[in-house]
Protein backbone atom coordinates (compact mmCIF):
# COMPACT_ATOMS: atom_id res chain seq x y z
CA UNK A 1 0.00 0.00 0.00
CA UNK A 2 1.54 3.41 -0.91
CA UNK A 3 2.38 5.57 1.56
CA UNK A 4 1.15 8.77 0.19
CA UNK A 5 -0.92 9.71 -2.57
CA UNK A 6 -2.85 13.17 -3.44
CA UNK A 7 -5.85 13.27 -5.33
CA UNK A 8 -6.81 16.88 -6.76
CA UNK A 9 -5.41 18.14 -3.66
CA UNK A 10 -5.63 21.92 -3.28
CA UNK A 11 -5.18 24.59 -0.22
CA UNK A 12 -6.54 28.15 -0.43
CA UNK A 13 -5.26 30.86 1.89
CA UNK A 14 -8.46 33.91 1.16
CA UNK A 15 -8.21 33.86 -2.49
CA UNK A 16 -5.02 32.51 -2.50
CA UNK A 17 -3.99 28.81 -3.73
CA UNK A 18 -0.78 27.40 -1.76
CA UNK A 19 -1.48 24.68 -3.82
CA UNK A 20 -4.12 23.77 -6.46
CA UNK A 21 -4.54 20.53 -8.43
CA UNK A 22 -1.90 18.19 -7.11
CA UNK A 23 -1.75 14.69 -7.79
CA UNK A 24 0.81 12.30 -7.18
CA UNK A 25 1.79 8.39 -5.56
CA UNK A 26 5.14 8.45 -3.59
CA UNK A 27 6.01 4.36 -3.55
CA UNK A 28 7.17 2.42 -0.49
CA UNK A 29 10.69 2.53 0.40
CA UNK A 30 11.67 5.59 -1.61
CA UNK A 31 13.58 8.62 -0.48
CA UNK A 32 11.67 11.46 -2.09
CA UNK A 33 13.26 14.97 -2.87
CA UNK A 34 10.21 17.59 -2.88
CA UNK A 35 11.96 20.41 -4.74
CA UNK A 36 10.93 24.15 -6.08
CA UNK A 37 11.31 27.87 -5.19
CA UNK A 38 10.21 29.34 -2.06
CA UNK A 39 6.66 30.27 -1.59
CA UNK A 40 5.47 26.96 -4.30
CA UNK A 41 3.72 24.69 -1.44
CA UNK A 42 5.88 22.69 -0.37
CA UNK A 43 5.86 23.20 3.38
CA UNK A 44 1.88 23.53 2.57
CA UNK A 45 1.70 20.39 1.31
CA UNK A 46 3.87 18.22 3.75
CA UNK A 47 1.65 20.27 6.70
CA UNK A 48 -1.50 18.42 4.89
CA UNK A 49 0.22 15.46 4.76
CA UNK A 50 0.95 15.51 8.54
CA UNK A 51 -2.50 16.05 8.72
CA UNK A 52 -1.62 19.77 10.16
CA UNK A 53 -3.62 21.56 7.67
CA UNK A 54 -7.36 20.65 6.20
CA UNK A 55 -7.24 20.41 2.66
CA UNK A 56 -9.86 22.52 0.61
CA UNK A 57 -10.30 20.47 -2.27
CA UNK A 58 -9.22 16.77 -3.01
CA UNK A 59 -8.14 14.15 -0.70
CA UNK A 60 -4.47 13.07 1.05
CA UNK A 61 -4.13 8.98 2.02
CA UNK A 62 -1.38 7.74 4.11
CA UNK A 63 -1.37 4.09 3.32
CA UNK A 64 -4.75 3.87 1.99
CA UNK A 65 -6.27 5.94 5.06
CA UNK A 66 -7.71 9.62 4.55
CA UNK A 67 -5.42 11.62 6.31
CA UNK A 68 -7.88 14.11 8.31
CA UNK A 69 -6.98 16.51 10.72
CA UNK A 70 -4.38 14.44 13.37
CA UNK A 71 -1.25 12.78 12.38
CA UNK A 72 -1.34 9.14 11.13
CA UNK A 73 0.10 6.64 13.82
CA UNK A 74 2.88 5.76 10.71
CA UNK A 75 3.55 8.89 10.03
CA UNK A 76 6.45 11.31 11.67
CA UNK A 77 7.17 15.07 10.76
CA UNK A 78 9.96 17.29 11.08
CA UNK A 79 8.49 20.84 10.68
CA UNK A 80 10.54 23.97 9.36
CA UNK A 81 9.71 25.84 12.73
CA UNK A 82 11.12 22.94 15.16
CA UNK A 83 8.15 23.60 17.34
CA UNK A 84 9.70 21.86 20.50
CA UNK A 85 9.79 22.60 24.71
CA UNK A 86 12.59 24.58 25.11
CA UNK A 87 12.55 24.84 28.59
CA UNK A 88 12.81 20.84 28.98
CA UNK A 89 16.33 19.17 29.36
CA UNK A 90 16.69 16.92 26.08
CA UNK A 91 16.55 14.10 28.29
CA UNK A 92 13.23 15.07 29.63
CA UNK A 93 11.80 15.82 26.36
CA UNK A 94 12.36 12.22 25.42
CA UNK A 95 10.62 11.13 28.15
CA UNK A 96 7.48 13.53 27.44
CA UNK A 97 7.43 12.48 24.06
CA UNK A 98 6.47 8.83 25.22
CA UNK A 99 3.50 10.14 27.24
CA UNK A 100 2.31 12.13 23.83
CA UNK A 101 2.54 8.88 21.34
CA UNK A 102 0.94 5.68 21.39
CA UNK A 103 3.93 3.71 19.60
CA UNK A 104 7.23 5.54 20.51
CA UNK A 105 10.64 4.16 21.22
CA UNK A 106 13.08 5.83 23.75
CA UNK A 107 16.05 3.44 22.76
CA UNK A 108 15.69 4.71 19.03
CA UNK A 109 15.72 8.55 20.21
CA UNK A 110 18.74 8.25 22.78
CA UNK A 111 20.43 6.12 19.96
CA UNK A 112 20.02 9.12 17.34
CA UNK A 113 21.21 11.80 19.79
CA UNK A 114 24.26 9.89 20.03
CA UNK A 115 25.20 9.55 16.57
CA UNK A 116 24.88 12.89 16.07
CA UNK A 117 27.99 15.05 17.27
CA UNK A 118 27.77 17.42 19.66
CA UNK A 119 24.21 17.39 21.45
CA UNK A 120 24.09 17.25 24.67
CA UNK A 121 21.39 14.95 26.15
CA UNK A 122 21.44 17.27 29.58
CA UNK A 123 20.95 20.91 28.10
CA UNK A 124 17.94 22.54 28.20
CA UNK A 125 16.41 22.58 24.61
CA UNK A 126 16.32 26.44 24.74
CA UNK A 127 19.93 26.67 24.86
CA UNK A 128 20.66 24.92 21.47
CA UNK A 129 21.71 26.19 18.36
CA UNK A 130 19.73 25.70 15.48
CA UNK A 131 21.26 22.89 14.30
CA UNK A 132 21.10 21.49 17.55
CA UNK A 133 17.84 22.21 17.90
CA UNK A 134 17.35 20.64 14.41
CA UNK A 135 18.82 17.27 15.63
CA UNK A 136 16.72 16.84 18.66
CA UNK A 137 13.74 17.45 16.38
CA UNK A 138 14.63 14.24 14.02
CA UNK A 139 15.56 12.24 16.86
CA UNK A 140 12.58 12.57 18.12
CA UNK A 141 10.66 12.25 14.57
CA UNK A 142 12.43 8.86 14.31
CA UNK A 143 11.58 7.96 17.94
CA UNK A 144 7.53 7.23 16.56
CA UNK A 145 9.07 4.92 14.95
CA UNK A 146 7.38 6.06 11.42
CA UNK A 147 6.80 3.93 8.17
CA UNK A 148 6.61 7.54 6.28
CA UNK A 149 9.09 10.34 7.32
CA UNK A 150 7.95 13.52 6.58
CA UNK A 151 11.05 16.30 6.70
CA UNK A 152 10.92 19.86 5.84
CA UNK A 153 13.98 21.61 5.26
CA UNK A 154 15.98 19.45 7.50
CA UNK A 155 19.82 20.29 6.50
CA UNK A 156 18.90 23.84 6.18
CA UNK A 157 20.11 24.80 9.69
CA UNK A 158 23.25 22.13 9.82
CA UNK A 159 26.98 22.65 9.11
CA UNK A 160 28.29 20.18 6.63
CA UNK A 161 29.63 17.71 8.74
CA UNK A 162 26.41 17.76 10.56
CA UNK A 163 24.19 17.15 7.38
CA UNK A 164 26.59 14.02 6.15
CA UNK A 165 25.57 12.30 9.90
CA UNK A 166 22.15 13.49 9.36
CA UNK A 167 22.01 12.02 5.98
CA UNK A 168 23.32 8.59 6.99
CA UNK A 169 21.26 8.25 9.84
CA UNK A 170 18.64 8.86 7.60
CA UNK A 171 19.46 5.85 4.82
CA UNK A 172 20.31 4.08 7.73
CA UNK A 173 16.63 4.27 8.91
CA UNK A 174 15.17 3.35 4.73
CA UNK A 175 17.83 0.36 5.20
CA UNK A 176 17.21 -0.96 7.97
CA UNK A 177 13.66 0.08 8.41
CA UNK A 178 11.74 0.14 4.77
CA UNK A 179 10.97 3.34 5.84
CA UNK A 180 9.75 6.36 2.94
CA UNK A 181 10.95 9.68 2.88
CA UNK A 182 9.81 12.78 2.05
CA UNK A 183 12.75 15.04 1.84
CA UNK A 184 12.27 19.33 1.25
CA UNK A 185 15.22 21.11 1.05
CA UNK A 186 17.38 23.53 -1.77
CA UNK A 187 20.28 21.61 -1.11
CA UNK A 188 20.45 19.94 -4.45
CA UNK A 189 23.86 18.44 -4.10
CA UNK A 190 22.72 16.81 -0.99
CA UNK A 191 19.43 15.50 -2.15
CA UNK A 192 21.08 13.80 -5.03
CA UNK A 193 23.20 11.55 -2.65
CA UNK A 194 20.44 10.11 -1.25
CA UNK A 195 17.39 10.48 -3.13
CA UNK A 196 15.71 8.07 -5.69
CA UNK A 197 12.25 9.74 -6.71
CA UNK A 198 11.21 13.31 -7.40
CA UNK A 199 8.43 15.77 -6.39
CA UNK A 200 8.99 19.21 -7.98
CA UNK A 201 6.17 21.74 -7.29
CA UNK A 202 5.89 25.46 -8.27
CA UNK A 203 3.31 27.39 -8.32
CA UNK A 204 1.48 25.17 -6.12
CA UNK A 205 1.36 22.58 -8.85
CA UNK A 206 2.95 19.29 -9.49
CA UNK A 207 5.77 19.88 -12.24
CA UNK A 208 7.15 16.69 -12.35
CA UNK A 209 7.18 13.54 -10.26
CA UNK A 210 8.89 9.98 -10.57
CA UNK A 211 11.52 7.94 -10.30
CA UNK A 212 15.06 10.21 -10.44
CA UNK A 213 16.86 8.03 -13.20
CA UNK A 214 13.61 7.91 -15.14
CA UNK A 215 12.92 11.43 -15.31
CA UNK A 216 16.43 12.67 -16.30
CA UNK A 217 16.71 9.99 -18.83
CA UNK A 218 13.24 11.31 -20.49
CA UNK A 219 15.00 14.72 -20.90
CA UNK A 220 18.05 16.08 -22.45
CA UNK A 221 19.98 19.33 -22.78
CA UNK A 222 20.95 20.13 -25.86
CA UNK A 223 24.15 23.00 -27.11
CA UNK A 224 23.86 24.72 -30.44
CA UNK A 225 23.94 27.63 -32.64
CA UNK A 226 20.78 29.63 -31.91
CA UNK A 227 19.85 30.36 -35.71
CA UNK A 228 19.35 26.93 -36.19
CA UNK A 229 17.27 25.67 -33.37
CA UNK A 230 14.27 24.88 -35.48
CA UNK A 231 16.38 21.37 -36.05
CA UNK A 232 15.40 20.39 -32.86
CA UNK A 233 12.48 18.23 -31.87
CA UNK A 234 10.80 17.95 -28.37
CA UNK A 235 8.80 19.34 -25.76
CA UNK A 236 10.79 22.63 -24.79
CA UNK A 237 10.70 23.12 -21.50
CA UNK A 238 13.56 26.32 -20.66
CA UNK A 239 16.20 27.71 -22.88
CA UNK A 240 19.28 30.50 -22.12
CA UNK A 241 20.87 31.98 -25.02
CA UNK A 242 23.86 34.12 -26.06
CA UNK A 243 24.91 35.55 -29.39
CA UNK A 244 26.61 32.16 -29.80
CA UNK A 245 24.59 29.51 -28.82
CA UNK A 246 21.77 28.05 -26.81
CA UNK A 247 21.12 25.28 -24.58
CA UNK A 248 17.65 24.16 -24.68
CA UNK A 249 16.50 21.46 -21.63
CA UNK A 250 14.08 19.65 -23.22
CA UNK A 251 11.31 16.38 -22.26
CA UNK A 252 11.56 13.44 -24.90
CA UNK A 253 14.00 14.88 -27.62
CA UNK A 254 14.48 13.05 -30.45
CA UNK A 255 17.62 12.08 -31.89
CA UNK A 256 20.34 15.31 -31.35
CA UNK A 257 20.06 17.33 -34.67
CA UNK A 258 23.90 17.93 -36.64
CA UNK A 259 25.82 20.69 -35.24
CA UNK A 260 24.59 20.33 -31.17
CA UNK A 261 26.02 18.33 -28.45
CA UNK A 262 23.33 16.65 -26.50
CA UNK A 263 23.35 15.01 -22.50
CA UNK A 264 21.24 13.80 -20.33
CA UNK A 265 20.99 16.70 -17.55
CA UNK A 266 21.97 15.84 -13.43
CA UNK A 267 19.39 16.99 -11.44
CA UNK A 268 20.63 20.38 -10.37
CA UNK A 269 20.50 21.35 -14.31
CA UNK A 270 16.41 19.67 -14.38
CA UNK A 271 15.55 21.91 -11.71
CA UNK A 272 17.18 24.92 -12.53
CA UNK A 273 15.70 24.55 -16.02
CA UNK A 274 11.94 24.50 -14.52
CA UNK A 275 12.44 26.63 -11.92
CA UNK A 276 13.34 28.88 -14.66
CA UNK A 277 10.80 28.65 -17.14
CA UNK A 278 8.60 28.98 -14.42
CA UNK A 279 10.10 32.76 -13.34
CA UNK A 280 10.13 33.20 -17.29
CA UNK A 281 6.24 32.33 -17.17
CA UNK A 282 5.21 34.88 -14.14
CA UNK A 283 7.25 38.08 -15.54
CA UNK A 284 5.71 37.68 -18.91
CA UNK A 285 2.31 37.50 -17.20
CA UNK A 286 3.30 40.38 -15.14
CA UNK A 287 3.95 42.32 -18.34
CA UNK A 288 1.03 41.30 -19.98
Known amino acids: MNPLTATALGKRYGTH ?12 GKVVALVGPNGAGKST ?20 TPVRGRIHQDVSFLAQNRPLHRDLEVRELVRYCASMNDRWSAERAHEVLALQAGVDQDAKVGTLSAGGLTQVAIALALGRLPRLLLLDEPLADLDPLARDETLRIIMA ?15 LSDLREVCDHLLLVDEGRVQVSGDIEEVL ?15 VEGTLI ?9 TLLLREARPTPEGWAGAEPDLESLVMGYLRASRERRSSAERG
Open 17 to 28: WAVRDCGFTIPE
Open 238 to 246: SATRTERQS
Open 217 to 231: AEHRILVGPPADESA
Open 45 to 64: LLRMAAGLVRPTTGELTAFG
Open 173 to 187: EVADRGTTVVMSSHL
